[in-house]
Structures are given as C-alpha cells and as structure tokens.
C-alpha cells in the first residue's frame, strides 16, 4: 500500500515512520540547566552517525504547546549532555523520566536514579545504565518542529561485564541487556535474538558464480 506522505497530516507521518523504523535505539538523554538541575528524558529518533568524528544524533520536537523540551533547552544552554542506553530493568524509571514534568523540576529524582560523575562532561551518567555516552555539542540543524542535535562523543563508559577484550574493543552487545522501541508509545523490544550473516566481498561472489556457473 501506498502511503504519500507529502499529503498526509503530521499524526498520521509520525505513525507511519515509528512503526516501520524498528527498532529504534533510545538515547536516555542527561542534561542540566544554567541553574544546575538535572533532567533525564528518552529520545528514540537517534543513532550514531559515524566515528570520525564520533557523531550521534538527536531528533528533538517541541512540547505540544511549541514550547522547547528540556532536554534540547539545556543542551542549546550548556552545550552539553550524556546519553546513557537503556536496560530493560530500567525501563519503568526511564519510562517516570518521559512524563511531562515542567522545566526546573530534577527527574532523576522523580524516578530515583543514581548518578556517576562524568569526566568530561558537566551532566552525570545514569548508574543503572550499561552504556553512557559523553557528549559535546557539535551541531544543531533547526528542521521545522524539531531540531536535530549533533554531538561528539568525546568519552564511552562500558560496564565491565560486557568487555570481552579492551585492547580489541570486543564488546558483548547482548550481554548489555539493551531495549529498543518499537511501535505505539509503550512498546519496546529486547536485543537478545541474534542472527549472523557474514559479509562476503565481489570476489567471493564472482568465485561462486564461476563454481555453480551460474
Ligand atoms: C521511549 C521514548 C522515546 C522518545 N523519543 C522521543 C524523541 O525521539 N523525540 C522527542 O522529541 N520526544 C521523544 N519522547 C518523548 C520525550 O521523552 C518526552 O517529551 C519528555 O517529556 C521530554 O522531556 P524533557 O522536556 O525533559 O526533555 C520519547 C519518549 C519515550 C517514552
């Protein structure tokens, strides 16, 4: 079926795009404000968009009322931010940390999550967090109601029990435990179901080409 988008309301877009783009990883996002007060809130549309430099990206939209969210706010304010993944076990705080509390209020408390100082970054890393990413600000692209923020992640903080090898960078990603979003505002997905495929070069392809004679 065909769905054309350039005609179809915003509501019915977001619907389309969120539940075909699955999943999604989510970008449990820490910030502060000039006065110093911690947020935490999740943010689905993101991913990491290469590694020279080291770029992850954020699609933030504004409150119904067009205001800004908080999270984008403070970032804009302090150029600054941690984005820790999700566990599933973390998935009711992270989900309190979505609520629409007002600007000035510390959701980090509202949901009762321990932080760990960062080391580069002013905004602290989640301690139920797995994965926490520190981040600069190093871009932000206005696009209508929401704005795409750009940034360097200048430190990676990994849980110890999923380092197989650190001079290598092996890392057990399911051992991490991590959710992604799936379709609707409630529903998430474990990473635990894997399947390999190995990548295979033009050269292989054409040598079992020439083997079947195909
Ligand atoms: C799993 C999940 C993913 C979300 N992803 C986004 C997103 O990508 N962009 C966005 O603007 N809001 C997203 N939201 C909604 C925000 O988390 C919500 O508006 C929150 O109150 C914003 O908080 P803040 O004002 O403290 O930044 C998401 C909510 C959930 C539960």
Known sequence: MLFDLDALPVASRYKLLTSTVVPRPIAW???????????????????VFGSDPP?????IGN?????AKDTGANIAATGEFTVCLVPEDALPAMNITAADFPAGVDELAEADLATIASTKVGPP?????????????FKTVEMGSH????????AMHIADAAVMDPERCYIDSTALGLVGRMHGAGWYTRTGDRLEVKRVSAAELAAR???TGA
Request: proline share 6%; net charge positive; glycine share 8%.
């Open 29 to 47: 996002v820490v910030t502060q404000d000039a006065a110093g007060v911690l947020n935490a809130a999740p943010y689905s549309f993101f991913n």
């Open 55 to 59: 770029i992850v990206a954020l699609g």
């Open 63 to 67: 409150r119904p009322s067009g205001a």
């Open 125 to 137: 890393r989640l301690a139920a967090s797995p994965v926490a990413l520190e981040c600069t600000l």
């Open 147 to 154: 704005s795409l923020v750009l940034g360097l992640v200048r």
């Open 209 to 211: 080409k020439e083997k």
